[in-house]
């Protein structure tokens, strides 16, 4: 079966340090690959996407993503967190096969602390 | 202008009872969704409609009714409220059902089923 996974439940990080969110995804056929952000009492919204092309995507907010086709993985990354990114993020797939839907992770809670 | 909003945001309600929330966005998307997002975050995919037709309806017990009057409406009524229905509900829309496109999330409806 499709899946995503988000290895890291938490990650705590201090303001103005490096982050990496990790997200694997299993499929044999192609997938376009999302990252959504949702703050704290609101929706989900877009940060960035993979569909084709150059696999060093760059997002809103400072946030970019490499796919590597390879390792199946699709991690998100910030040279610099700010207390505001402090957030729930989630991965989503969805597997160019069959029906037409997005395939969350579990999500990661990304803890910025001054 | 809120793009999607979600009322109400928050429903408590006795377990037996019958509820409803609405959704109504105004992007001029053709496809609305509604998701249930779990006390763990987890969040998955319940029904899509798009131009008012149901195009996905995943294993949702059939106490969930979705309902599209118009394509900038979706509303979700659900009978016989169970404890295990207490959770937070997205409603969201994309500007066509094909899945490269992005998804614009309403800030969620929190049911508590008592």
């Known amino acids: 079966a499709q899946s995503v996974t988000q290895l890291d439940s938490q990650v705590p990080v201090f303001e103005e340090a490096p982050v990496e969110l990790r997200c694997n995804y299993s499929?044999?056929?192609?997938?376009?690959l999302f990252w959504y952000v949702q703050y704290p009492n609101q929706g989900l919204q877009l940060l960035l996407k993979y569909l084709s092309g150059s696999t060093l995507v760059k997002g809103i907010n400072g946030f970019e993503a490499e796919f590597n086709k390879s390792q199946t993985s699709f991690h998100l990354r910030k040279p610099s967190v700010h207390i505001s990114d402090t957030a729930e993020y989630f991965c989503?797939?969805?597997?160019?096969?069959?029906?037409?839907?997005?395939?969350f992770g579990t999500g990661t809670r990304l803890q910025v602390f001054p | 202008d809120t793009a999607v909003s979600q009322t109400p945001k928050y429903l408590v309600t006795q377990m037996g009872n019958d509820k409803s929330i609405k959704c109504e966005q105004n992007l001029g998307h053709d496809t609305m969704y509604w998701y249930k997002q779990d006390s763990k975050k987890f969040l998955k995919i319940m029904f899509s409609?798009?131009?008012?037709?149901?195009?996905i309806n995943e294993t949702v017990p059939n106490r969930f009714s979705p309902k599209s009057p118009d394509k900038a409406h979706l509303n979700l009524h659900i009978n016989s409220l169970e404890l295990g229905d207490s959770a937070v509900y997205f409603c969201a829309s994309s500007a066509s059902s094909t899945s490269y496109n992005e998804q614009f999330f309403g800030p969620g409806t929190r049911l508590t089923v008592l």
């Open positions: 409609y798009n131009n008012k037709e149901l195009i």
């Open positions: 499929s044999s056929v192609s997938v376009y």
């Open positions: 989503a797939v969805n597997i160019l096969l069959g029906t037409d839907k997005l395939i």
